[in-house]
């Protein structure tokens, strides 16, 4: 577990001591002034530091934190696909309205119908702000003799090809199962626990190629080269030398396959103290009317065209739609988790 958090101010702690002295809470400031927290927001990530939920979650409270008038503070609890973070944000934060989790949705949905884990959703937790819509893409160091995605299936027709990943249970982990299926291609799926450590083995040639969310392989310029997209409609190919989709090259009828990363919070939060909840809800939607968040957020190196806010409907719907796309997957899924 890591935990940084940035530095609070002598006033706004003495408020908030002060505070929950006098009620034995510390609430939202109820004043015409601002209806503002007294203290620091403390997320939850359940990925490592360093990584792109991370960098997006820092960006983004840049700006919806003097929204707020407040501050925020992370910790980080990678382990088990994202199973250890969402236990302990569900289990051992308050359930007060200062406490968030930020999550990948894809991958930890896809977790969540998977391995079952010991809460539900959405009776325990809601999803509330997307930021963005990331497609996943198949890709290869500059170097590599791979130059087109053809040569992948090729080469996986004769030996197993190893292809990087961040996780198994990964919108790209299940392009790459339904393409091998497909084209009875032979692709070992390495898992490498998160997105740098992915690029990394990518890069050094450990892995023969990779599959992940396209921001992340943008922001490293011309290290890497893309060959493929896991959706047919590519609005990013400016950033990707145009690559094909894997469906107009195959014949395939793979989804599409993207990753979504979100604001959320306990589901008790939503019904005990609903003006803190839409407070976070309004506050966090203007962020994205503030053209300097866009400007910080090109600055990482990720296609700005990849911001795409989602309110709480939309959330649900597209993690709602990751468990029926496991559903559909699960046959191909669970044979390669427990191989």
């Known amino acids: 577990m890591t935990n940084t958090r940035h530095t609070i101010n002598r006033r706004t702690f003495l408020k908030g001591s002060l505070a929950a002295l006098a009620a034995g809470v510390v609430p939202f400031r109820a004043t015409r002034a601002a209806d503002s927290p007294t203290r620091n927001m403390r997320v939850v990530i359940p990925t490592g530091q360093g990584g792109g939920a991370d960098r997006l979650a820092r960006v983004f409270d840049d ?36 406490n968030l989790l930020f999550g ?74 339904a393409l ?37 392989i943008v922001a490293l310029g011309e290290q890497m080269r893309i060959l493929g997209v896991f959706n047919d409609d590519n609005q990013l190919g400016r950033y990707t030398n145009n690559a094909p989709s894997v469906n107009k090259v195959f014949g395939t009828k793979i989804p599409p396959l993207y990753s979504s990363r979100s604001w959320a919070i306990h589901a008790e939060v939503i019904e005990k103290f609903p003006d803190r909840f839409a407070l976070l809800e309004k506050t966090s939607k203007q962020v ?52």
């Open 63 to 98: 700006f919806w934190g003097p929204l707020l008038k407040t501050q925020f503070e992370y910790n980080f609890f990678p382990g088990a696909a994202g199973q250890v973070g969402y236990e302990v944000y569900l289990n051992k934060r308050e359930k007060d309205g200062y």
């Open 104 to 177: 990948n949705m894809g991958p930890e949905m896809i977790m969540y119908a998977l391995q079952n884990p010991p809460y539900r959703f959405p009776q325990d937790y809601q999803y509330f702000c997307r930021l963005d819509v990331d497609d996943s893409i198949i890709f290869v160091r500059q170097q590599s003799s791979f130059r087109r995605l053809e040569d992948i299936v090729a080469e996986a027709k004769k030996r197993a090809v190893n292809i990087a990943v961040s996780r198994l249970p990964h919108p790209a982990s299940i392009g790459l199962l």
């Open 288 to 339: 994205f009317d503030n053209p300097a968040y866009k400007e910080a957020y090109a600055k990482t190196g990720a296609p700005v065209e990849t911001i795409q806010y989602g309110d709480r409907a939309t959330c649900t719907r597209y993690a709602m739609a990751m468990v029926d796309l496991t559903n559909e997957y699960r046959t191909l899924l669970s044979a390669k988790t427990k191989g």
């Open 180 to 216: 091998g299926n497909a084209t009875k291609a032979k692709f070992n799926l390495v898992p490498y626990g998160g997105g740098n450590p992915t690029m990394v083995a990518v890069m050094n040639g450990e892995a023969d190629c990779g599959s992940l969310p396209v921001a992340g």
